[in-house]
């Protein structure tokens, strides 16, 4: 295990192992899973390409931001990564594949679904719920669909540890179909 506990410079910053100190505004940690949902580093190019050799090098295990966390490859998650022009700086994300529509394998027995917080429900819930689950899906049972997933907790929000606007559920598979059925024979949804 790599004893990278991250140096803090204060809030939201991040330098792993011996690697400078650099932004890091979202950091979404599933401690049941011990897994990295999102990561996003930002600063200097050099010092986020050594925070990333730090984060992926050293046994793939860590302590980010104390919680432990531990990582095979990236076969559970892409990188995405580009230059922002007018700063100079690198922005790199980390983001596990069930938190992305496109990954998604439905085959998971759950997802995740990152919140950016600018409308009451995720925009892209009900898509990838639609995805994961085999019952056909209409937008207009999001605020149904996504209330009775809190309060049957087949939804469950992930603790918020760094980040700026950012949340984060996971979303399991099971149990929709009582919520769906429910819903239609109580007449809250319909198709």
């Known amino acids: 295990m790599n004893k990278c506990n991250p140096r803090h410079g204060g809030q939201n910053r991040l330098g792993l192992g011996t690697a400078p100190l650099i932004h890091a505004p979202v950091v979404v940690v599933d401690k049941q899973e011990q897994s990295i949902v ?5 600063g200097a190019s050099q010092a986020v390409n050594a925070n990333w050799a730090a984060l992926m090098g050293g046994g793939k295990s860590h302590y980010i931001l104390n919680e432990y966390v531990q990582l095979k490859g990236t076969k559970k998650h892409i990188k995405l990564q580009k230059m922002l022009p007018e700063t100079g700086w ?3 994300w980390l983001l596990h594949k069930q938190a992305s529509h496109n990954e998604l394998d439905a085959g998971e027995e759950f997802f995740y679904l990152l919140d950016n917080q600018e409308s009451e429900i995720p925009a892209s819930f009900i898509p990838m719920l639609d995805k994961a689950i085999p019952i056909p899906l209409q937008e207009a049972w999001a605020d149904y669909l996504f209330q009775e997933g809190l309060d049957t907790e087949v939804i469950q929000p992930l603790p918020n ?3 700026v606007g950012w949340g984060c559920y996971k979303v399991f598979k099971q149990g929709w179909e009582n919520v769906i059925s429910v ?3 109580q007449g809250w949804i319909r198709f």
């Open 38 to 42: 999102a990561l996003q580093l930002l």
């Open 90 to 92: 690198k922005e790199m």
């Open 161 to 163: 540890l760094a980040c």
């Open 183 to 185: 819903g239609i024979a």
